[in-house]
Nanobody, 126 residues
Framework: QVQLVESGGGLAQAGDSLTLSCAASGRTLTMYTMGWFRQAPGKERDFVATITRLGTNTDYTDSVKGRFTISRDNAKGTVYLKMNYLKPEDTAVYYC???????????????????WGQGTQVTVSS
């Protein structure tokens, strides 16, 4: 099991940028596929981005493609979500998730992940 702690959320205006961080402890991240999800009030937890164990491949939900970038630094045990050109509809609690994988793959469903952080709030005003 890996413990995850998100940070970097806050208030932003439309068009601003924020970078979220997810710090992992307890296990080395090298063997984990990582993902970012978000949940707006009254809605389900939705996929945002995922990255393979060594960061060689990434995938995004369509609404953030070209604006968000997921990356990782396994030596630091940290995964990042760089969010540019923020929109009010990006407002949500953002969660980091991890899943141990014996091979390199991308995971896009919340059901595929085992370990979760507590989330960090991102609020974007127009």
């Amino acid at each position: 099991q890996v413990q995850l702690v998100e940070s970097g959320g806050g208030l932003a205006q439309a068009g601003d940028s924020l970078t979220l961080s997810c710090a992992a402890s307890g296990r080395t991240l090298t063997m984990y596929t990582m993902g970012w999800f978000r949940q707006a009030p009254g809605k389900e937890r939705d996929f945002v981005a995922t990255i393979t164990r060594l960061g060689t491949n990434t995938d995004y939900t369509d609404s953030v493609k070209g604006r968000f970038t997921i990356s990782r630094d396994n030596a630091k045990g940290t995964v990042y979500l760089k969010m540019n050109y923020l929109k009010p509809e990006d407002t949500a609690v953002y969660y980091c998730a991890a899943r141990f994988r014996p091979f390199s793959d991308l995971l896009r469903s919340a059901r595929d992940y085992i370990d979760w952080g507590q989330g960090t709030q991102v609020t974007v005003s127009s």
